[in-house]
């Protein structure tokens, strides 16, 4: 057995308002259009980019494979809002990369060949770690030609910040960013993991015919989904301080500094961002998506977590 599958009603429909941990917001979710991912071996791999390549890409992929070819990568996109209508904040809620346009009849959980998903207990479920506030899917072809790149980390970095517009407090606004990959250029779709580093988990959805009709991660946002590791309420979230009112770029330094837990960017005890913390983890061998608790944030990548 493994956790509770989210709600998916929820996270695939423009919606709400919904219940929201903090009393003053409520949530409401809302569908972005597609962007192109290209899966040239049709092997699907969701991984936070600053731990792709270096490693056996097939040992990551998820054992469904999909015919190989162009398909489009959609967000859902959860926006706090207060009794006013005011948005004070917006997150990734799931990212989902859909195969078929056709209705999903069953949900199961992704795993490699490595994973058996018998093996989990009713508190568990298979993931991938994030403690650079990003996700991605790629195919594991790319994933291969990736680990030639010296710099691919970097290249995150680089793009992760004029692509992704900011608010007037330095907040960042999640939006779907491509990388090509050699001649490739839809290599690689990435984005913003929820309210920042967790544990998590990919659901495959089947049709009534039994085919793959998509991929979707989940950011564990909506109700007793999600359990950080600190914040404001039970769920571990920080409550928003001012609502958003531009999405213009914002300095370097500013958005560091002000989204170090969202954007992963560890800060020193003086509070200055430590800007090789991204790279550094990039050079670190990538490991198969590990079991981990409901909402669990790993430490040290343990092999099994339990919920407290």
Known sequence: MAVPQPDFTRLLTDGGPYPFPH?????????LPGVPLSLPSGKV?????????????DELAFTEQVKPGTYPVVLSEIDLIDDGGVVWDTRVAAARLVIRD???ARWELAHTAEQDRAELDDDEHFGFPVDGGLGCFLDAETYRVVGEEEDFANRVMRTMYPRFGGTAD???????????????????????????D????????FTAAGDVGCFLTDFQTLGDEHEGEGGDDEYGNDAPTAPVTSQEPVPLATAL???????GVALSSAGSPLLGQAT????????PPARFADGQA???????????
């Open 23 to 31: 009393d003053r917001f409520r949530a409401r979710i809302r569908v």
């Open 45 to 57: 791999i969701a991984i936070e980019p600053f731990m792709v390549g270096g490693d056996d890409g």
């Open 102 to 104: 056709a209705p999903v």
């Open 170 to 196: 330095g907040g960042v606004v999640p939006a779907p960013v491509t990388l090509a990959v050699g001649d490739e250029p839809h290599a690689v779709v990435y984005y913003s993991t929820g309210f920042g």
């Open 198 to 205: 967790g544990v998590y988990a990919t659901w495959i959805g």
């Open 257 to 263: 500094t002000n989204n170090a837990l969202v954007l």
């Open 280 to 287: 550094l983890s990039a050079t670190t061998d990538a490991v």
């Open 298 to 308: 790993p430490a040290a990548l343990p092999a099994r977590g339990q919920r407290d």
